[in-house]
Nanobody, 123 residues
Framework: QVQVVESGGGLVQAGGSLRLSCSVFGRTISRAWVAWFRQTPTKEPEFVATMSPSGDSTTYADSVKGRFTISRKYAENTVYLQMNSLKPEDTGVYFC????????????????WGQGTQVTVSS
C-alpha cells in the first residue's frame, strides 16, 4: 500500500542545482524515517541523507555535507533533497526510501523504495 515516488532529476552543469522530491503515499512521513540513496554504475549504492520522523534530526554523507539539504513539507507528505554546487561525481540514480524503524544509513533497513530519478552532472 505504501508508495514512494521521486521526481526532479535531470541534467545540470557542474555548479548547478537540482531539487528532488519524494512523495510518500500510504504512510505519513511524521511516522517514518526517510532517506536518500544514490547508485552509480561503477560504485556500490551509497547513503546520501536522511531525516527523522519529526523532521528535527538530519544526517548527511560527508560527500554531500554543506551542499545538500534534506527537508520536508508535512502537509504534502513530501521530502525534498535540495542539491547545490553539484559535481560530476554526484551523477547517479537517486532513490528515496522509508522505514519505521530507526535512523539507518544502509539500504537493508529500509522497507519502501521509489523508482529512482536520474541525476546527471556534466563537467
Amino acid at each position: 500500500q505504501v508508495q514512494v515516488v521521486e521526481s526532479g532529476g535531470g541534467l545540470v552543469q557542474a555548479g548547478g542545482s537540482l531539487r528532488l522530491s519524494c512523495s510518500v503515499f500510504g504512510r505519513t512521513i511524521s511516522r517514518a524515517w526517510v532517506a536518500w540513496f544514490r547508485q552509480t554504475p561503477t560504485k556500490e549504492p551509497e547513503f546520501v541523507a536522511t531525516m527523522s520522523p519529526s523532521g528535527d534530526s538530519t544526517t548527511y554523507a560527508d560527500s554531500v555535507k554543506g551542499r545538500f539539504t534534506i527537508s520536508r513539507k508535512y502537509a504534502e507528505n513530501t521530502v525534498y533533497l535540495q542539491m547545490n554546487s553539484l559535481k560530476p561525481e554526484d551523477t547517479g540514480v537517486y532513490f528515496c526510501a522509508a522505514t519505521r524503524r530507526a535512523l539507518a544509513v544502509t539500504m537493508e533497513y529500509y522497507d519502501y523504495w521509489g523508482q529512482g530519478t536520474q541525476v546527471t552532472v556534466s563537467s
